[in-house]
């Protein structure tokens, strides 16, 4: 018995047939910006148009938006929402003998949504949240709304607070709180759960949807609440999210990737509906087709104007190039708080020919590292319009090969192209750095050492007495965010020359920074996923050789020139 007031059951439309895959998320020029599980064989499962249709129907009669232009509005199905996702997950069947086939269960127990930001994946599971709840005909149906933290689960949850609200008829019968929606006569709910884990194990859901899995850290609390639906013949669990950081945490990167095997193909899961949209490798991001691609409510929820708006943010601030990427496009990035992708750092190509730079000018950015890290020096050289940047970099050599296998990073290799010096012992002592300074200096006029002062005094004191010039660069927002601003620049412009050094490429896709409020940057090495020091040491050196005017010879200039190995 429904338990919430019958309506007429629709007539079969011209839509009342199995969902194969629509044409969605395909661009112009054929590039699939959308997965989805295989169509399901009709040998072991049956297609319910009824079923299909009712549960459409359930959202444009007892539902309205609340927000923006559609407050009010009755809750109409967009067609790939129809298509993809409700008709799919109520209509599929599983055929299961000795039962009448109006008594065969659901095929999908779960279903996996991963959309870009603002395509209206919350208000449509606040709705399949009420529908489980209270129109699936389930006599004591518990649905659960579960996310990382409080605040984000009651956004579906306070979604269909406000649904229930807006409706006559769910008004008239359900009992709204702050955590939890009620039926007392037929003891239905949705509830909000609270992040304490003070539930445990207790819960015997019909429906738990779980939003923004790529926040999820607790595979314990995860693992309990998945299989808590023992007791109900057809659950579902609904699982949506954003594109996330897999690389820094394995729960998500799990789930995702099960997800994405099962559209692909690469394993078998009959019982899981995956629905991806997003922007593959090969994509174009400056490309307005595959935006189109990518969101499948563009033009409803998600508008060309503001993705137009973000992408430029996106051009003009490398920083923001993966937010773009994230939550627009939906493509997983390597880390939350990136500052330049690696596609940017590989067009500025131009070869790098340290004999050609002998006898030019340089600034020498210098920073020191705790014996995690690693100690850079980056040559800074204006060539023309272009700016080069050599680099070396110390290591400890005890413990390299267990650094080596934590870091993920060919450190020997380097060493042994001569980009990095194995220092014996578990320090990098000054008197390397000060060696390579003075063997520098023979080769090019350094005009000065831009610094971080911190652990630096010391060898800054020894330079100085030798007659280089230091100049002191603090690591905050007031000093670096205009150095990383015109490095941006610089590699927008294709006007670093890098010479594809592998260890420097690493060091850039490692580099994540924070922004204040006014959108100045800073790097930030905790952060970020691996050693940044020598990007860390050509900002500062960059930054300084172009606010600094051509001050004639340092006082290492006059030592002898001689071949070098960088």
Not at 287 to 306: I, K, L, M, Q
Not at 524 to 532: D, E, P
Request: glycine letters at 8%; hydrophobic letters at 40%.
């Amino acid at each position: 018995m429904p338990a919430v007031p019958a309506k007429e059951k629709p007539k079969r439309s011209a839509r009342a047939r199995p969902a194969g895959k629509p044409a969605y998320g395909v661009t112009p020029g054929g590039l699939v910006c959308l997965k989805t599980s295989p169509t399901p064989s009709t040998r072991t499962a049956w297609f319910d148009a009824e079923a299909a249709d009712c549960a459409c129907e359930f959202f444009a009669e007892y539902l309205k938006h609340s927000k923006d232009l559609w407050a009010g509005r009755p809750f109409l199905l967009e067609p790939w929402q129809r298509d993809l996702l409700i008709r799919p997950l109520f209509g599929w069947k599983l055929r299961t003998p000795g039962c009448q086939r109006e008594e065969w269960p659901r095929l999908y127990r779960r279903t996996y949504w991963k959309l870009p930001k603002g395509n209206g994946k919350s208000p449509l599971a606040a709705g399949l949240g009420l529908l489980l709840a209270f129109g699936d005909g389930q006599p004591g149906a518990d649905v659960y709304c579960f996310a990382n933290s409080d605040e984000q689960a009651d956004i579906v949850h306070g979604e269909a607070r406000k649904m229930v609200k807006l409706s006559a008829e769910l008004s008239a019968i359900l009992q709204v709180y702050s955590k939890s929606i009620v039926r007392e006569e037929t003891m239905q709910g949705f509830q909000r759960l609270t992040s304490d884990g003070a539930f445990k194990d207790g819960l015997n859901w019909h429906g738990l949807i779980t939003d923004e899995a790529h926040e999820l850290t607790d595979r314990k609390l995860w693992d309990t609440l998945s299989n808590a639906n023992k007791l109900s013949r057809q659950p579902i669990h609904i699982v949506i999210t954003t594109a996330g950081v897999p690389g820094e945490n394995p729960l998500y990167a799990e789930i995702d990737q099960q997800a994405a095997d099962i559209a692909d193909g690469k394993i078998e899961d009959p019982r899981q509906l995956v629905v991806i949209f997003g922007a593959p490798e090969e994509a174009d991001w400056h490309d307005t087709d595959v935006w189109r691609a990518c969101n499948p409510n563009f033009g409803v929820s998600v508008t060309e104007a503001y993705l137009e708006d973000e992408h430029r943010k996106a051009v003009l601030s490398p920083a923001r190039e993966s937010v773009f990427l994230r939550y627009n496009l939906n493509r997983d990035v390597s880390q939350k708080d990136g500052w330049m992708s690696v596609d940017l750092w590989d067009r500025c190509d131009k070869p790098l020919v340290p004999g050609d730079l002998r006898g030019r000018r340089c600034v020498i950015g210098m920073d020191l590292s705790s014996r995690k890290d690693l100690t850079a020096l980056v040559a800074c050289f204006q060539v023309g319009d272009d700016i080069a940047w050599l680099p070396h970099c110390f290591t400890p050599e005890e413990g390299i090969d267990e650094k080596a296998r934590k870091d993920r990073a060919p450190y020997r290799e380097w060493a042994a192209a001569g980009w990095l010096t194995l220092v014996p012992g578990r320090v990098v002592r000054d008197e390397f750095m000060k060696a390579k300074l003075e063997e520098w200096s023979g080769l090019f006029e350094v005009a000065c050492v831009a610094f971080d002062p911190w652990g630096a005094l010391q060898l800054v004191e020894q330079l100085e007495a030798e007659g280089i010039k230091c100049e002191k660069v603090r690591q905050g927002w007031v000093t670096m965010s205009p150095f990383m601003k015109k490095v941006e620049e610089l590699v927008l412009s294709r006007l670093i020359v890098h010479g594809g050094i592998p260890m420097m490429r690493w060091c850039m896709g490692n580099v994540a920074v924070v922004m204040d409020p006014r959108e100045n940057i800073a790097p930030n090495k905790r952060k970020s996923r691996g050693r940044i020091d020598p990007i860390v040491a050509g900002i500062m050196g960059t930054g300084v050789l172009l606010s600094k005017p051509d001050e004639g010879p340092s006082g290492y200039a006059t030592a002898p020139a001689a071949d070098f190995l960088m």
